[in-house]
């Protein structure tokens, strides 16, 4: 099988560089070993919220000189500052013509609210969530939030409890009918996949627009858990309409029904692009000629391969098993790429689990182009992207989802440049 670019990966930086390419022309597969950690999301993306010295970040542009003095082999110092800000300034639209209409912009950094009720910095938040601009007040005054009886992915009290600190007064309501007792006579089921999949029933909805119309007299606003339909994108408009009142969504913990309706865009317009997706297929090894990939084997195909001019490696970290430690080495499991860490592993972590870990930025070493290393040269040809890179720590930075969006259209370009 032949493709202009083979993607190994179908998370957010893999989806990300097929959707660019495909758009352009390029031949390309998409090669997914399963579930992306999109389903764990928050519904946010992340640019920059901390320098790597603690100091916090409120706006990015502004601050990514002195990322690059203090962290030089941070993905973002590989992009460089002007085509850093390019980048994160044509992110937006890059979305939005792909499906996903998001809140917030490139030039300061805003607040979502997590499944617990507080604020965290970010860069774009997928519509319909709540956020807020400032950290110390919420834009509502009195709602209600309302869950779904039995749910226990979503936490009302603490919520409520967190949205006072802030000045603002919730009361609490359930909902509960027929479809949803159901559901709810098996405790295992009332995940929030399962739940938004009864919101995809017209008859459901309606359900809830007479739930919320009759309890909500007293309130502002209406708050729900992120379960509102699985395979439809138009519940809140239309319970915004019938209920007549603003209404916003807040993350649940995982699964994220956000994240796999981000997942689910991605995919289908990378598709309607001619790209070509693999879902449930593992790469196992590579073929190398030279400083050259020619071609790569997965488990499904057996002795088919996969040839193409260009790779890209977007398989994540050590979630994804991207990159994996043993008792010795962190190490890559398809093509034996270089990879940065400590040679002691008592140097991997650090003993206060609220620290920063040092095993968070280790990764694949890779040029400034992230062309990867092979025993210490250049593969001309392969390309990583995303979690898998060195340099950076996205849970202490809050840099994650940026860098997987930059590298990945950086990388697109480098390849069409060709």
Known sequence: MKFDTIIIGGGLSGLISGIYLSQRGQRCVIISSGQSALHFSSGSFDLLNNLPDGTSVQKPLDAIGKLIQQAPSHPYAKLGE???????????EFLKNAGIATQGDYEKNHYRVTPMGTLKSTWL???????????????IRHPGIFNVTGFLDFYTQFIADEFLKLGT????????????????????????????????????????????????????????????????EDVVDYLRKEVDKPIYLLPTLPPSVPGIH???????????????????????????????????????????????QNFILATGSYFSQGLIASTEKIYEPIFDLD?????????????????????????????????????????ENLYATGAILEGFNPLKEGCGAGVSILSAMYIAEQILSK
């Open 125 to 139: 938040t997928l519509e319909n969530l709540l956020i807020s601009e400032n950290e110390k007040c919420l834009p």
């Open 262 to 308: 981000t997942q689910q865009k991605l995919r289908s317009v990378f598709q309607q692009n001619g790209g070509v997706y693999m879902l449930g297929d593992t790469v196992l090894r590579a073929e190398i000629k030279g400083n050259r990939i020619s071609q790569i084997y997965s488990s499904n195909h057996g002795d088919i391969p996969f040839i193409g």
């Open 339 to 379: 990879v940065t860490y400590a040679p002691n592993r008592t140097q991997w972590y650090n003993s206060d689990v609220f620290e920063s870990q040092p095993y968070q930025s280790f990764g694949i070493k890779t040029d400034n182009s992230f062309r990867c290393m092979r025993e210490g040269k250049i593969l």
């Open 169 to 232: 007064k919730c009361s609490i309501h359930a909902v509960n009918f027929p479809a949803l007792e159901n559901l709810r006579k098996n405790p295992t089921e009332m995940r929030s996949v399962n739940i938004a999949r009864i919101f995809d029933k017209q008859e459901n909805i309606q359900e809830l627009v007479q739930i919320l119309k009759a309890e909500s007299e007293d309130c502002d606003s209406i708050i729900l858990p992120a379960i509102t339909g699985l395979n439809r």
């Open 82 to 92: 002007n085509k850093f800000k390019i980048l994160t300034q044509q992110t937006k």
